[in-house]
T-cell receptor, first 113, second 109 residues
Framework: NAGVTQTPKFQVLKTGQSMTLQCAQD?????MSWYRQDPGMGLRLIHY???????DQGEVPNGYNVSRSTTEDFPLRLLSAAPSQTSVYFC????????????FGPGTRLTVL | AQRVTQPEKLLSVFKGAPVELKCNYS??????LFWYVQYSRQRLQLLLR??SRESIKGFTADLNKGETSFHLKKPFAQEEDSAMYYC???????????FGTGTRLKVLA
């Protein structure tokens, strides 16, 4: 049982490049979410999903896309990277949604030059 | 709108001193409140949740609906408590999980 896994751990992009951050969980959790962590701003919700095929926007969705084709995977796509997207990105999942404990991945540290 | 406020960015205490990390929330419904901790070079993990009313690593937190607070307390701080602490609110009405800005606790020897 690996829990929540994220790849890559580190990534450097140039402005305008696109990439996908991968997130997977093997706990059969329905609820999955993406956060970005910035100094002094805590964790801010980017997108979330309550189940396969269902996604919705969080607090800061601009510049990011998500899809949920399976229960296990919830990739986050940066369409055209900008320096403002330099951050640490965390994926999380929970069994019973927002009233339940969130299990976090190890994070991806992204730098956009 | 739901909101979680942690007014202190940094809290420094001496070992053995009491600790209180403040958390206030704004939510029109019945909140689900949590405290998460992030130790250095580790992922975020749950410390405790209000519904379980248990003590983890000596920490407790009581939900005060009148003051809309969920402060985290420990009577005697230990050096290993040094970490980043986040208060979070789960909103079943919006399916969103909202975090505060976090408080860094430093326990000095």
């Amino acid at each position: 049982n690996a829990g929540v896994t994220q790849t890559p751990k580190f990534q450097v992009l140039k402005t305008g490049q696109s990439m996908t951050l991968q997130c997977a969980q093997d706990m059969n959790h329905e609820y999955m979410s993406w956060y970005r962590q910035d100094p002094g701003m805590g964790l801010r919700l980017i997108h979330y999903s309550v189940g396969a095929g269902i996604t919705d926007q969080g607090e800061v969705p601009n510049g990011y896309n998500v899809s949920r084709s399976t229960t296990e995977d919830f990739p986050l796509r940066l369409l055209s990277a900008a320096p403002s997207q330099t951050s640490v990105y965390f994926c999380a999942s929970s069994l019973a949604g927002v009233t339940d404990t969130q299990y976090f991945g190890p994070g991806t540290r992204l730098t956009v030059l | 709108a739901q909101r979680v406020t942690q007014p202190e960015k940094l809290l420094s205490v001496f070992k053995g001193a009491p600790v209180e990390l403040k958390c206030n929330y704004s939510y029109s419904g019945s909140p689900e409140l949590f405290w998460y901790v992030q130790y250095s070079r580790q992922r975020l993990q749950l410390l405790l949740r209000h519904i379980s009313r248990e003590s983890i690593k000596g920490f407790t937190a009581d939900l005060n609906k009148g003051e809309t607070s969920f402060h985290l307390k420990k009577p005697f701080a230990q050096e290993e408590d040094s970490a980043m602490y986040y208060c979070a609110l789960g909103s079943s009405g919006t399916y969103k999980y909202i975090f505060g800005t976090g408080t860094r606790l430093k326990v000095l020897a």
